[in-house]
């Protein structure tokens, strides 16, 4: 009788896998609706696909084989599943991950989508809880994480070297020095030197690379991003200066 049962039974699912479904896709919406008002790449419909794909796959994990499973023959192991999602969404996070002009970009995203994941796996597996904790924390670092840095005390002397290539007679390096000094940085060198011609190009003008030596209480990087986005700019790195006598 008992064998008879387990060959007649079914799936389990109802309104409670449903709303662990819905949980999953409204905190994935926040997430994405955060990404999405950032402008970036992976937005509101990434996030919010993976965070619903990765709760149903835990919700197909726990209540999709029941049908199939016999005590002592067929064994279950939906923890195996949270590991797979982990595994699996890292080809979609290094899918935002990008290198343009030497600036590493999308890395934020990239773990966006990884927390997206996990949150999604967290209300699929019935832990509505940390899924939404995990969120609120998400927001916390993503929002409020930037602008306490911002306002962390960096040494105004602390100097810093930023290399800027570009092709010569362009009048880049105007807007360069523009943006660094309405970014609240002092520049204390500037140095240029010929870095040859751009490849693949017939007829090119020649490269030049500018080296900046700035100091202030900006952030380096951000300054480097927005100069990797300037016209004609080829590369743009941004480093410590040495320090005298190192």
């Given at each position: 009788m008992v064998a008879v049962l387990a060959m007649t039974a079914t799936n389990t699912e109802g309104w409670r896998q449903a709303a662990e479904l819905g949980l999953a896709l409204a905190l994935s919406v926040v997430i994405g609706l955060e990404r999405e008002l950032r402008q970036k790449d992976a937005g509101?419909?990434?996030?919010?696909?993976?965070?619903?794909?990765a709760a149903l796959f835990m919700l197909v994990s726990k209540y999709g084989f029941t049908d199939v499973v016999r005590p002592g023959l067929v064994v279950a192991d939906p923890s195996r599943v949270a590991a797979q999602i982990a595994a699996g969404?890292?080809?979609i996070g290094a899918g935002v991950i990008f290198v343009r002009r030497d600036a590493v970009r999308g890395l934020t995203t990239a773990a966006a989508i990884w927390v997206t994941a996990a949150v999604g796996a967290a209300a699929g597996a019935g832990l509505p809880v940390l899924a939404t904790l995990t969120m609120g924390a998400y927001l916390l670092v993503t929002v409020a994480f930037p602008v306490v840095t911002r306002r962390l005390p960096r040494p105004s002397g602390a100097i810093s070297a930023i290399r800027v290539r570009y092709p010569d007679g362009r009048g880049i390096l105007r807007d360069v020095l523009r943006e660094a000094t309405a970014r609240g940085f002092a520049i204390d060198e500037v140095a240029t030197r010929a870095a040859g011609e751009r490849q693949g190009a017939l007829g090119a003008p020649p490269m030049v690379e500018v080296t900046l030596l700035v100091h202030g209480r900006g952030q380096v990087s951000e300054l480097a991003a927005a100069l990797s986005e300037f016209d004609d700019?080829?590369?743009?790195?941004?480093?410590d200066a040495p320090a005298v006598g190192a």
């Open positions: 509101l419909r990434t996030h919010a696909l993976v965070g619903t794909g969404i890292g080809f700019v080829e590369a743009v790195l941004a480093t």
